[in-house]
Every structure is written in C-alpha cells, then in structure tokens.
C-alpha cells in the first residue's frame, strides 16, 4: 500500500498528474504536499486509513500492479547504455 505527496511547485504540474492518475485507479492514496504542509494531519489519517483496512490495502496493492511494466528494469538500463553511449 502506497502513500504518494506529489509536489504541486514542480514545473509541469507532472507529480500530481502522475499520482492523480494511480488514485483514479485505487491503487494509491494521495496526500498533496501543500495540503499536508496546511494540514499535517492529512497524512496522519492517510496512513491511519492504510493500517486499519486490510482489504483496502490489498485492492490497492492489486490495483497497482496494473501499472507495473515487466520489463521496466531492461528498459531503463538499455536507456541508461543509450545516454551514456551518445555522450562519449
């Protein structure tokens, strides 16, 4: 079970796009960071919501695995190999 503080200030708006989108899905619960700093407690309740439900914690953790892209890892290194190449 995930907790995700998007940051709001970051250029692009992407954090929170990117954790609204994981929300949508149930596979998160989302604390914006400026609502947190107003409201720490946001993030208290967050985490009390998380601990008292199993079963919320297990659709979330299913839900999440739709976003999981088996080959991420490959991917990323054979990025990494490309950039480093091109730089040489």
Do not use: C
């Not at 609502?35 to 985490?47: H, Q, S």
């Amino acid at each position: 079970s995930y907790i995700m503080v998007p940051n709001a200030k970051l250029p692009g708006f992407h954090q929170v796009k990117n954790a609204k989108a994981y929300e949508k899905a149930n596979a998160v619960l989302v604390v914006e960071d400026g609502e947190m700093v107003k409201k720490p407690e946001l993030l208290l309740d967050a985490i009390k919501t998380l601990m008292r439900s199993p079963k919320k914690r297990q659709d979330m953790a299913i839900a999440l695995r739709s976003f999981v892209k088996d080959d991420a890892a490959e991917r990323l290194a054979n990025k990494i190999i490309s950039v480093a190449k091109d730089s040489d």
